[in-house]
T-cell receptor, first 112, second 115 residues
Framework: QKEVEQDPGPLSVPEGAIVSLNCTYS??????FMWYRQYSRKGPELLMY????GNKEDGRFTAQVDKSSKYISLFIRDSQPSDSATYLC????????????FGTGTSLTVIP | GAVVSQHPSWVICKSGTSVKIECRSL??????MFWYRQFPKQSLMLMAT?????????EQGVEKDKFLINHASLTLSTLTVTSAHPEDSSFYIC???????????FGPGTRLTVT
């Protein structure tokens, strides 16, 4: 079993839709949860960073962590064509540790 | 925000040659840098952890003699792919960890094509 599971998609939605992206994980020691956006042929860009359980909102983006279910989500409201990218979840045990565990990424296309 | 650059962004080389990729943290010091490889439609796979002034730590299955890593300063790490083969063609991404905040920032990646 992989440490982090993420549906690769592809996911296609109309502009303005609410997008839900999810990851599940197996290691209960993960404490830090990140969502990255990666445009084609570019490096990942940090979108959201959450410690432990709970919600975090930043503009149109909301990250949720449910540690009891080992499940994290990223919601995008009022999706825009510019949101079209691959979204990667990532996790780590500690803030000072080296190892990131990445999901495979979900490819999202927002259709105008 | 913190910026990490990579050079070159794209390189084509012939089989058997060596290619050097640079990773620089532009506005912060990075004691630790990381090198990842990403194949199409796959996630990032950590290759090695580079520490300034010491030898890199390689992940299992990564050949240290093939992927030479040097971290000579607090803002620069290099990855040299030696005797490159077509199967080494991939997207190589570095990340740099801010020595003060421990935040990691990714570079834009280098696309290597070996013909």
């Amino acid at each position: 079993q992989k440490e982090v599971e993420q549906d690769p998609g592809p996911l296609s939605v109309p502009e303005g839709a609410i997008v839900s992206l999810n990851c599940t994980y197996s290691n209960s020691a993960f404490q830090y949860f990140m969502w990255y956006r990666q445009y084609s042929r570019k490096g990942p860009e940090l979108l959201m960073y959450t410690y432990s359980s709970g919600n975090k909102e930043d503009g149109r983006f909301t990250a949720q962590v449910d540690k009891s279910s080992k499940y994290i989500s990223l919601f995008i409201r009022d999706s825009q064509p510019s949101d079209s990218a691959t979204y990667l979840c990532a996790m780590r045990v500690s803030n000072t540790g080296n190892q990131f565990y990445f999901g495979t990424g979900t490819s999202l296309t927002v259709i105008p | 925000g913190a910026v990490v650059s990579q050079h070159p962004s794209w390189v084509i080389c012939k089989s058997g040659t060596s290619v050097k990729i640079e990773c620089r943290s532009l506005d912060f010091q990075a004691t630790t840098m990381f090198w990842y490889r990403q194949f199409p439609k796959q996630s990032l796979m950590l290759m090695a952890t580079s520490n300034e002034g010491s030898k890199a730590t390689y992940e299992q299955g990564v050949e240290k003699d093939k992927f030479l890593i040097n971290h000579a300063s607090l803002t620069l790490s290099t990855l040299t792919v030696t005797s490159a083969h077509p199967e080494d063609s991939s997207f190589y991404i570095c990340s740099a960890r801010n020595s003060l905040s421990y935040e990691q920032y990714f570079g834009p990646g280098t696309r290597l094509t070996v013909t």
